[in-house]
């Protein structure tokens, strides 16, 4: 697949990172300013680079399942949709794989699983890791 610019910017933002895995991270804004640490700590859980990716999937995905579905006349304001991402090893070194998961009311299995495929196709986080990591998409009615 060719590589797709950006023609027209609708928004910028930036974020820093400090310290690494145990260090912070900071948005431009200030709405993100979060101390980091790492995945699976269970007595001092705190953000970590998996997190933020799985947050920032998940609310772009649900966005794009609501416009996608509004173009066929469907109002999906009530679904919500999971983004669970895996860190691990992968022959050359760390990875990632995400499975995404949309629970949408008011359709049956089968328009829920075309509604979040038109989405995956439409989401700009699934265009930038088409091909490049292992993604899952399910459409499961509420």
């Given at each position: 697949?060719?590589?797709?610019?950006?023609?027209?910017?609708?928004?910028?933002?930036?974020?820093?990172?400090?310290?690494?895995?145990?260090?912070?991270?900071?948005?431009?804004?200030?709405?993100?300013?979060?101390?980091?640490g790492?995945?699976?700590?269970?007595?001092?859980?705190?953000?970590?680079?998996?997190?933020?990716?799985?947050?920032?999937y998940?609310?772009?995905?649900?966005?794009?399942?609501?416009?996608?579905?509004?173009?066929?006349?469907?109002?999906?304001?009530g679904?919500t949709?999971?983004?669970?991402?895996?860190?691990?090893?992968?022959?050359?070194?760390?990875?990632?794989?995400?499975?995404?998961?949309?629970?949408?009311?008011?359709?049956?299995?089968?328009?829920?699983?075309?509604?979040?495929?038109?989405?995956?196709?439409?989401?700009?986080?699934?265009?930038?890791?088409?091909?490049?990591?292992?993604?899952?998409?399910?459409?499961?009615?509420?």
């Amino acid at each position: 697949m060719p590589h797709e610019s950006v023609n027209e910017t609708l928004y910028t933002i930036a974020a820093s990172a400090q310290g690494g895995r145990e260090g912070k991270v900071t948005s431009e804004d200030g709405v993100v300013d979060l101390p980091l640490g790492k995945p699976g700590s269970t007595s001092n859980p705190k953000a970590n680079p998996e997190t933020l990716f799985a947050a920032g999937y998940a609310a772009c995905f649900n966005g794009a399942l609501n416009l996608v579905a509004s173009q066929e006349g469907l109002d999906t304001s009530g679904s919500t949709t999971t983004a669970d991402v895996t860190f691990g090893k992968t022959d050359s070194g760390f990875g990632l794989a995400v499975a995404l998961t949309s629970t949408i009311p008011g359709v049956d299995a089968d328009k829920a699983q075309a509604l979040a495929e038109k989405a995956h196709e439409f989401c700009p986080y699934s265009k930038a890791t088409r091909g490049n990591i292992d993604v899952t998409v399910a459409g499961v009615p509420a």
